[in-house]
């Protein structure tokens, strides 16, 4: 069900970017007359558009698959607990909830939030002397690749 629900929100925003960029195209340009509507309308009514939108759904599908990421880190919770922390508060990330070898961080930041479409849960697990990093990609990559290695 959460592999559905971050598709629908991928495609949603692949929608809503499309409708930005044709309303700026039409408020720019003084020559095109019409509405938003009209343009998503002939837009689609082209084998090109119906391209397009085939693309942006199966794009939209896929993406849960390859937008997150699972990484193991050498790190010792245990050890470094008050150091795991300073470094997510460094990448914009705070704690949210912490129990026995697991903690979540989530964003600070409202626009980190709505870039990553509120998918901004990173799960840090400790396992012996690693710990498992999961969540967005742009996050989990953030964090492991300025910040832990």
């Known amino acids: 069900m959460r592999y559905l629900i971050r598709a629908v929100k991928y495609l949603l925003a692949f929608c ?3 409708l930005a960029v044709v309303w700026i195209s039409i ?5 095109m ?11 689609y009514a082209t084998q090109r558009g119906k391209m397009l ?10 993406y849960p698959s390859f937008g997150f990421m699972s990484r193991r880190v050498n790190w010792n919770m245990a050890a470094q607990h008050d150091r795991l922390i300073e470094v997510f508060a460094a990448a914009g990330f705070s ?6 070898g697991k903690m979540v961080f989530r964003a600070n930041n409202a626009i980190d939030k709505l870039v990553m479409l509120f998918e901004d849960e990173i799960t840090v697990t400790a396992d012996g002397e690693e710990v498992i990093v999961e969540g967005i990609r742009r996050g989990v990559a953030k964090v492991i690749y300025r910040y832990l290695s």
């Open 53 to 62: 939108m085939l693309a942006v759904v199966v794009l939209s599908a896929a």
């Open 16 to 18: 809503v970017l499309y």
């Open 27 to 31: 408020a720019t340009n003084p020559a």
């Open 95 to 100: 704690l949210k909830s912490e129990q026995e």
């Open 33 to 43: 007359d019409g509405s938003v509507w009209d343009y998503v309308a002939a837009t």
